[in-house]
């Protein structure tokens, strides 16, 4: 594979560019899992030999991260994983709960039969992992549950403006105790009961509620 060379029209060539999406995708999934910790040094050599790539895309996907806020790039120190800021978090969290109450409140009104049984599907699958004490895949049905509540909305711009703060602020919702998880989970069905049953207005105040509360709990767990 050729790494790095530009194309006659000066475009990264395709093959390339794709490489670079994927250690993207997998440099945010590893930070937003948790798997980097905040202020963890994010090394383009080291990353390179593990992904087995040039370090051409690793540093490309580096910007991209930093863009989205999961990275900072520090002179003379290099990227590391971006710090929690309480301030910054706490303004991102308030932005992201008021969309998530006003996308809530759209699915309340336009309530797609396809689409709440789809939502509904999601939230047994986590309830029963809930009841199990099972973790792994939680994290991935908890996107799935947001995302479908998201297409629900049917507002294109505004789901896009919620995917981006979520990944800014996903970290926020990494590590949860089990109780947590169960209260998280309940708070899943109340949402998409007010959902079910067009009362918008329920069904925004929950969701603002759930992003609010989920995020306080994390703040409030921070190293002193």
Do not use: C
Request: proline content about 3%; aromatic content about 4%; hydrophobic content about 45%.
């Amino acid at each position: 594979m050729v790494r790095g060379a530009k194309a006659a029209n000066g475009r990264a060539p395709i093959m390339h560019q794709q490489l670079s999406d994927l250690v993207f995708d997998r440099l945010r999934e590893s930070i937003t899992k948790g798997e980097y910790k905040p202020g963890d040094r994010l090394v383009e050599g080291r990353i390179a030999e593990e992904l087995d790539v040039s370090r051409v895309p690793v540093r490309e996907a580096l910007r991209a991260l930093a863009v989205e806020g999961l990275v900072e790039v520090r002179p003379r120190h290099g990227a590391v994983v971006a710090s929690i800021d309480p301030a910054s978090t706490r303004e991102l969290v308030q932005i992201r709960a008021t969309l998530e109450g006003l996308n809530a409140r759209l699915a309340a009104e336009r309530r797609s039969p396809e689409l709440v049984q789809r939502i509904e599907a999601v939230l047994q699958e986590g309830n029963a992992k809930v009841a199990a004490g099972e973790t792994s895949g939680l994290l991935e049905l908890n996107a799935r549950f947001h995302d479908l509540l998201y297409a629900a909305g049917a507002n294109a711009m505004l789901a896009d403006l919620m995917r981006s703060l979520r990944d800014r602020t996903r970290i926020v919702f990494v590590k949860t105790d089990d109780e947590e998880v169960r209260v998280t989970w309940e708070e899943h069905a109340a949402i998409l009961r007010a959902v079910q049953t067009g009362d918008a207005a329920f069904a925004a105040l929950l969701a603002e509620r759930h992003v609010t509360r989920a995020a306080q709990y994390y703040l409030d767990n921070l190293p002193k």
